[in-house]
């Protein structure tokens, strides 16, 4: 199966951070609309720009440039210091977002993550799942990103790096001659300063370049980097996305939904489906969860939430679904537009912790050999691959590059 990979990639992390950070203390000003920069101490050796504003950029300021050089070229610059904390609290917050369309997540720097979503997509296509990710950053964490579509991680990062801000970007490899090769070839991915220099004595001045050299004239010159330079310059990149196995504290998935549903019929559609997703995850973790929580968001962007703790942990697809239909009758009032429904599992335990409950019916244990036949399917074929008949209704409806 070919690989199916995004790299998503904060637009001005620590300047947006900030910005935002100071809107929620009531600040009346958005630093990111005015010639503004992020830096250390300029009375020491940490005083350079860490961050700029796009009207700083304008002023021909730069990253990694002096505080003094840059108070130079703009007088009326405004310097705002550094928060990690701050930074690491909306890092978070954009990987908790992530969690909800796949558990293969690489953070690779704390403004930056690779998703593999190969296995995760469950009828989508990738350029959707990208841009529905980009649109919820930007409405639900105030920031924006650009995002790299690829089918592996060079061509995705590379990707991401394409015009910005908030763009996304494909890579595939039929487009790497028209919108990789005619890069200067200091714009592949890893390649040191040190290097592009010797490249050019050597005539070398554009990826294409390099992707046309002879290899082995570059294996001769620079070892395995040549190797690894040629392969990069032609996409070629088996690496994978290093993620933590970790176990979640929460799961949920969420759907934006294409048109406003007004129906509570409808909606348990969706919940149906919802409870699938994540009940395959749970089961997936060796995890079961007792606290079962929904959440709707109306056109105005209001969020409502209801959870129930159930007294017992379950994987358990038809419990779960049965809870959150209740909880979604409880707190929906007819007729009210509805564009994102959620569905969250927490108060996680191990599987080997399960208890013997009065739940235990010969009905749930009939279920629970269900749900182990179908994962199993799932796992050998793909999600898509079988399907209860409730969630049909839902794919017709959504296609699935929603869900």
Known sequence: MEKQILHIDVNNAFLSWTAIEMLKNGSDIDIRDIPAIIGGDETKRSGIVLAKSMKAKECGIHTGESIYHAKMKCSNIK???????????????????????TDKIERYSIDECFLDMTKYLRGRKLIDVAYEISKRVK??????????????????????????PDRVHTLFKNEIPNKMWNLQVSELFMLGRKTVPK???MGIKTIGDLAKADKQLLIKKFGKHGLKMWEYANGIDDSEVN??????????????????ITTIERLEEMILALSEQVTYRLRNHKMLGEVVAVQIRNKEFKDTIHQRKLGFATD???????IAKK????????GTPIRLIGLRISGLIEKE?????????????????????LDTIKHKYGYQSITRAGEMKVKRMIKWNKL
Request: one cysteine or more; glycine letters at 0%; proline letters at 3%.
């Open 79 to 101: 310097i705002y210091p550094s928060n990690y904390k701050i930074y690491k609290n909306y890092s978070d917050s954009l990987y908790n977002l992530l969690t909800n369309y």
């Open 139 to 164: 409405e639900e964490l105030k920031f924006t990103v650009n995002i790299g579509v690829a089918n592996n991680k060079l061509l995705a990062k590379m990707a991401s790096d394409f015009q910005k």
């Open 199 to 201: 490249l050019y004595n």
């Open 243 to 260: 993620y933590k196995e970790e176990k979640p504290k929460c799961i949920s998935n969420e759907v934006t939904l294409p048109v406003d």
């Open 316 to 322: 358990n697809t038809a419990q779960i679904y049965e």
């Open 327 to 334: 909880l979604l009758r409880e707190m929906y009032k007819e």
């Open 353 to 373: 912790q399960e208890q013997l409950s009065f739940f235990n019916t010969e009905k749930t244990e009939k279920q629970k050999k269900i749900d182990k036949t």
